[in-house]
T-cell receptor, first 116, second 109 residues
Framework: NAGVTQTPKFQVLKTGQSMTLQCAQDMNHNSMYWYRQDPGMGLRLIYY???????DKGEVPNGYNVSRLNKREFSLRLESAAPSQTSVYFC???????????????FGDGTRLSIL | LAKTTQPISMDSYEGQEVNITCSHNNIATNDYITWYQQFPSQGPRFIIQGYKTKVTNEVASLFIPADRKSSTLSLPRVSLSDTAVYYCLVGVPARQLTFGSGTQLTVLP
């Protein structure tokens, strides 16, 4: 039972390089999310996709782009990496909320990204 | 968006009950309260969610007073493996949830 799978787990980039972080979920969830977590901090939402074919900005979208490739996959791209983007990146997914409340978000184990 | 305030850290001993309180003074009528747990090098994991009064599941209880301006996560008989960061989130839908810095719970032997 894989849940949310992120690749790669670790990556080191040089400033200015580009990179795509991959995320896939096997729970047939409608919504997917990308967060970043800096040391000692909580998670901050970068982008989310409420359903296949839609994407919206979160709290810290600058320097990132996303693609909701299909219902399973949601990728995050850094076009020109900067040292300030050194962080741990988490992908999450959640099912369609029925009525009120939120369906729990299911998280991957993260991608640890260092930019030199 | 409702802002939450939690203690930065708490210590407890194995076998004790731990209560972590979260303040959310400007919670909106439609907002739900959700708690997540995060271990080092892992993504957060959903623990419990509630709207009012008391909610209980197999791992925790969530107490919410009538005014809903705070909530308390209760972990019964903690063990060393409960050492983690606990996040209180308030809002709906999920895309509006904000993870603050959380509470670092350390369980001591």
């Amino acid at each position: 039972n894989a849940g949310v799978t992120q690749t790669p787990k670790f990556q080191v980039l040089k400033t200015g390089q580009s990179m795509t972080l991959q995320c896939a979920q096997d729970m047939n969830h409608n919504s997917m999310y990308w967060y970043r977590q800096d040391p000692g901090m909580g998670l901050r939402l970068i982008y989310y996709s409420a359903s296949e074919g839609t994407t919206d900005k979160g709290e810290v979208p600058n320097g990132y782009n996303v693609s909701r490739l299909n219902k399973r996959e949601f990728s995050l791209r850094l076009e020109s990496a900067a040292p300030s983007q050194t962080s741990v990146y988490f992908c999450a997914s959640s099912g369609l909320a029925r009525g009120v409340g939120n369906q729990p978000q299911h998280f991957g184990d993260g991608t640890r990204l260092s930019i030199l | 968006l409702a802002k939450t305030t939690q203690p930065i850290s708490m210590d407890s001993y194995e076998g004790q009950e731990v209560n972590i309180t979260c303040s959310h003074n400007n919670i909106a009528t439609n907002d739900y309260i959700t708690w997540y747990q995060q271990f080092p090098s892992q993504g957060p994991r959903f623990i419990i969610q509630g709207y009012k009064t008391k909610v209980t599941n197999e791992v925790a209880s969530l107490f919410i007073p009538a005014d809903r301006k705070s909530s308390t996560l209760s972990l019964p008989r903690v063990s060393l493996s409960d050492t983690a960061v606990y996040y209180c989130l308030v809002g709906v839908p999920a895309r509006q949830l904000t993870f603050g810095s959380g509470t670092q719970l350390t369980v001591l032997p």
